[in-house]
């Protein structure tokens, strides 16, 4: 018996691309079944081989790596089918966590879906989930959203998309952004909304914090919580109560200005019918509205 075939008997099954999560920090985090599916697959494809070979070492196995990234997915992937189609069996892994989650892979998958070749999960570590069972907001429903753009502007423009959310919001992002990203959200969602920062999951300086969106940023501008390491950041859900009652004080505010009360008179009015918004804010906001009306 040949060596492959012995280890197809022995864990991989040929012709099977399998999608293997790995730690984001803790060693300890890889499962049994991920461990003996990396040491029975004929090849490993990596995001960065150098990374995931010193991971591979850390438990003794050795074998073949290919890259496969962001840059040359495209390219790679009909390689990878064709030695699927071959009878190799290929595991796919990111450099921390569950792949193709903000990784590549997915036109990978895909390609092999329609060479009909069987894809299989090895689930395990996920930074996404991690942050969510320790962050104390609602996980009933939730909106992962990785990196958001780099770029102030289309920054500002995602997050005003997903202000009116009901659901919990998931992003990644880097350290040297996490103030622009937190001033950015507390621009959009309010002082008030709550959230939540995880950082260095599983590692060594493991750090949960939850509070509004003010005190969180304040916590990190000021460096009691270091911008260092691997960085998710949680936004709880908008209320849909408050959403519902803010559309019709706005739709109220409209109606009165486009009859010609001034925009202290309508804020006025608005108050009386919606008590628990801020009468400053209201005739602010008329203001606003009203600017098409005055000449």
């Known amino acids: 018996m040949n ?29 049994e079944r991920a461990r003996h599916t990396l040491e029975s697959v004929d090849v490993i494809a990596a995001e960065d081989t150098r990374h995931s070979a010193r991971l591979l070492k850390a438990f003794s196995i050795s074998r073949p790596l ?6 040359n997915e495209a390219d790679r992937a009909p390689d990878i089918i064709e030695r699927l189609k071959q009878g190799e069996s290929v595991a796919l892994i990111s450099d921390a966590g569950t792949p193709l989650v903000s990784d590549p892979g997915y036109r990978l998958v895909r390609a092999a879906q329609e060479a009909g070749t069987p894809v299989r999960a090895v689930p395990g570590p996920s930074a996404a989930i991690a942050a969510l ?27 005003q998309e ?7 919001l998931v992003f990644f992002e880097a350290p040297h952004r996490l103030k622009d990203l937190l001033a950015d959200c507390l621009a959009v969602f309010g002082a008030k909304r709550e959230a939540a920062l995880a950082r260095e999951l599983t590692k060594l300086h493991e750090s949960t ?22 960085c998710v950041v949680l936004i709880a859900g908008a209320n849909q109560q408050a959403v519902a009652a803010e559309q019709e004080s706005d739709d109220l505010l409209k109606a009165l ?39």
């Open 257 to 295: 200005l486009a009859e010609g009360i001034s925009p202290s008179t309508a804020a006025a009015v608005a108050r009386r019918l919606f008590p628990q918004a801020k009468r400053r804010d209201l005739y602010q906001h008329a203001m606003t509205l009203s600017k098409p009306h005055r000449q």
């Open 66 to 71: 290919v890259a496969l990234h962001d840059h």
């Open 209 to 230: 914090q939850r509070a509004s969106l003010d005190e969180l940023y304040k916590r990190v501008e000021s460096g009691e919580e270091p911008a260092r390491g691997e």
């Open 3 to 31: 060596d492959t075939a012995d280890r197809t008997n022995n864990g991989a099954e040929p012709h099977t691309l399998y999608i293997v999560a790995t730690p984001i920090g803790n060693l300890g985090d890889l499962s």
């Open 133 to 159: 069972s320790v962050a104390g907001l609602p996980t009933d429903r939730f909106a992962f959203e990785g990196f958001l753009p780099a770029r102030k502007s289309a920054r500002l423009s995602r997050l």
């Open 162 to 168: 997903l202000a009116d959310d009901p659901r919990t």
